[in-house]
C-alpha cells in the first residue's frame, strides 16, 4: 500500500511570490491534515480536510490557504511569501481524521529568500 | 492559548538502558495523547496513543497518562542506538479541536 505522498519535496522561492503544495494520502483515507515544522516553533497544525470540507483550522494567517479534491488530495497554498515561511511543510492523512491513525508523508521542504 | 511543553534535551542514556521522556499540557479538558517519534531528516511516525490514566505497553514502549497532574510520559526499556530520534508529544482536546505538538525531547542512545 503507498504511503502517503508530497510534491515537490523541496522548493526554494523568493519573497512576495506564492507556492503551491500537493499531497496524495494513502488510498482510502479521507483526511488530510497539514503541518509546519520548523526548529524554532516545532510542529503546528495548519488545517484539516475531509470529504472536500475544512473541519479544522490552526492560528496561521489567511495567506496559508488550502482545498481537498473529490479524490482526497489536497493542496496548500501560501501567498505572499514571507522569509519566517521557510519551514517544512508535512501532511498526514487517516481513514476518518482519527490521530491514532494519522500517517505522515516525506514533507516538502521550502525555503524562502 | 493551549500547550504542550517537553524538555528539549538532549537526553542520553547507554544502550541498555530506560529512557524517560515527559510531556505536561495545560489543556485540562484534552482526551487524547500521543507520542511520535521523528529520525533526523525523516517526517514523524506515531509509536503509542494513550486515552486513559495508567499505563499502556507495548513492546520496549511504555506510555504513562495521569490526568490529574496533567502529565504523560514515555519509557523506551532496554534502550537501543537506533532509539536515538527526537520524541514529540502531542495532545488533542475535545471534538473539534486540533492535535497539539511538544517541541520535542532528543534522545541520544551511546553504545
Known amino acids: 500500500k503507498a504511503g502517503v505522498t508530497q510534491t515537490p519535496r523541496y522548493l526554494i522561492k523568493t519573497r512576495g511570490q506564492q507556492v503551491t503544495l500537493s499531497c496524495s494520502p494513502i488510498s482510502g483515507h479521507r483526511s488530510v491534515s497539514w503541518y509546519q515544522q520548523t526548529p524554532g516553533q516545532g510542529l503546528q497544525f495548519l488545517f484539516e480536510y475531509f470529504s472536500e470540507t475544512q473541519r479544522n483550522k490552526g492560528n496561521f494567517p489567511g495567506r496559508f490557504s488550502g482545498r481537498q479534491f473529490s479524490n482526497s488530495r489536497s493542496e496548500m497554498n501560501v501567498s505572499t511569501l514571507e522569509l519566517g515561511d521557510s519551514a517544512l511543510y508535512l501532511c498526514?492523512?487517516?481513514?476518518?481524521?482519527?490521530?491514532?491513525?494519522?500517517?505522515f508523508g516525506p514533507g516538502t521542504r521550502l525555503t524562502v529568500l | 492559548q493551549k500547550e504542550v511543553e517537553q524538555n528539549s534535551g538532549p537526553l542520553s542514556v547507554p544502550e541498555g538502558a530506560i529512557a524517560s521522556l515527559n510531556c505536561t499540557y495545560s489543556d485540562r479538558g484534552s482526551q487524547s495523547f500521543f507520542w511520535y517519534r521523528q529520525y533526523s531528516g525523516k517526517s514523524p511516525e506515531l509509536i503509542m496513543s494513550i486515552y486513559s490514566n495508567g499505563d499502556k505497553e507495548d513492546g520496549r514502549f511504555t506510555a504513562q497518562l495521569n490526568k490529574a497532574s496533567q502529565y504523560v510520559s514515555l519509557l523506551i526499556r532496554d534502550s537501543q542506538p537506533s532509539d536515538s530520534a527526537t520524541y514529540l508529544c502531542?495532545?488533542?482536546?475535545?471534538?473539534?479541536?486540533?492535535?497539539?505538538f511538544g517541541k520535542g525531547t532528543t534522545l541520544s542512545v551511546s553504545s
Open positions: 502531542a495532545v488533542k482536546g475535545q471534538a473539534g479541536t486540533a492535535l497539539i
Open positions: 498526514a492523512s487517516s481513514i476518518r481524521g482519527d490521530y491514532n491513525e494519522q500517517f
